[in-house]
């Protein structure tokens, strides 16, 4: 069996127990390079095989899966934050399923959640939105043009936008061209959880030139909505009338 395990977002504490539990008997650990923390891998056995998948190709990580399940250890191939969201976990499965390889996929805290808890917020708030959308800007790989982040942006939602800080002035264009606004409340977050993370904070107004002034140019996540700034209705969840209902119906 190999093992498909989120590490999370980057806190060695933010793996499930589970993942933990699979690392510690591991034989074989093919890790996601700098996104990964190597805190994860002192958890290893002394014993176990450790790879860093950033230098291997496709084909290689693959090989190195079918090698060590044909000698019956246990595999672990360790992505950043949850492994199904830009994972790029299909293309191996895929070809384990070629193969004939049995694999599992165990979930994961993935970055654009632990950036909304880094800033402490909620994505989904009474009368101001309850959809999130998660997507990126088009770079190395297109993006479908019914999915372009100015036609994404007229929704209105909550917005998590991964890989795309380095093209920050084209994410602000296509935002406010969507949103209609200036003054649509943004907040990026780089390296969520590490000991280096740093949080920003404006509009799209002023988003830009402050994340220019921070130097940052990679692994953040961009939060887009008035759900970081703004009036919003209490839950139904601490009416005692709604309340009381929910729970009856529980029943």
């Known amino acids: 069996m190999i093992s498909f395990v989120g590490a999370g977002p ?44 950033a230098s291997m190709t496709l084909e290689k990580i693959v090989d190195k899966m079918e090698k060590a399940v044909n000698e019956g250890l246990k595999v672990v191939r360790l992505h950043t ?18 193969r004939d390889i049995e694999y599992e996929v165990i979930p994961g805290v993935s970055s654009f ?16 939105t309850q959809t999130v959308i998660l997507t990126r800007i088009e770079g190395r790989t297109p993006v479908p043009e019914e ?3 100015e036609l994404l942006a007229q929704h209105k939602a909550s917005m998590a936008l991964f890989l ?3 093209d920050m002035s084209r994410v602000v264009e296509k935002l406010k061209k969507g949103y ?30 402050k994340v220019e002034q921070a130097e940052i140019t ?27 209902e929910y729970r009856e119906a529980s029943k």
């Open 10 to 53: 980057g806190d060695v504490d933010l793996i499930t127990i589970k993942g933990r539990k699979l690392l510690e008997k591991a034989d074989m650990v093919i890790y996601a390079g700098s996104l990964v923390s190597k805190e994860h891998l002192k958890f290893c056995k002394d014993t176990c095989e450790i790879y860093n998948s």
């Open 81 to 98: 934050g949850d492994p199904t969201i830009y994972g790029a976990i299909r293309e191996q499965m895929d070809s384990l399923d070629e």
């Open 113 to 128: 959640t632990a950036a909304c808890s880094a800033i402490k917020k909620e994505f989904t708030l009474p009368n101001v």
């Open 147 to 149: 999915e372009d982040l």
């Open 164 to 166: 795309s800080v380095k």
């Open 180 to 209: 209609g606004n200036e003054d649509i409340p943004v907040a990026v977050v780089y390296k969520a959880t590490w000991d280096d993370e740093k949080i920003i904070m404006g509009t799209l107004r002023d988003i830009e030139k």
């Open 218 to 244: 990679k692994t953040a996540q961009i939060l887009v909505g008035d759900f970081i700034k703004g009036e919003y209705e209490r839950s139904k969840l601490y009416d005692p009338s709604f309340s009381h």
